[in-house]
């Protein structure tokens, strides 16, 4: 965020940015009552007075102790995820 923070203020110098984590429904309830004019959440928010428009893909992470007893079994299923992955044929391969 730091970044595009630079950046949107290297081209609106005169606009002020606030960043403030709550949940989502606080976060609704502050756009909705135009406390912020715009909010980011982790989930889509369903309000009549507010549009909600995808902002990221960005994928999330379990983060954990290496000796944690579900790390081995996670490790497990991602090598078989990406083994899947890797065998996933292209699609000349599909259509051959």
């Known amino acids: 965020m730091p970044r595009v ?8 110098p005169n606009v ?3 960043l403030v984590t709550r949940n ?9 009552t135009q406390e912020f004019d715009i909010g980011l959440t982790g989930n889509a ?3 009549p007075g ?3 428009l995808p902002f990221t893909a960005a994928a999330g992470v379990c983060v954990m102790p290496a ?3 579900l790390a081995a079994r996670l490790r497990r299923t991602e090598r078989s995820r990406r083994a899947a992955a890797v065998k996933q044929p ?6 051959a």
Not at 5 to 12: A, D, K, L, N, T
Not at 90 to 95: D, K, Q, V
């Open 5 to 12: 923070f630079r950046s949107f203020c290297g081209e609106f």
């Open 16 to 18: 002020n940015i606030s």
């Open 24 to 32: 989502s429904g606080t976060v609704q309830g502050w756009i909705a």
């Open 45 to 47: 928010i369903d309000h």
């Open 50 to 52: 507010l549009l909600t």
């Open 67 to 69: 000796a944690h007893p």
């Open 90 to 95: 292209t699609r000349a391969e599909s259509r």
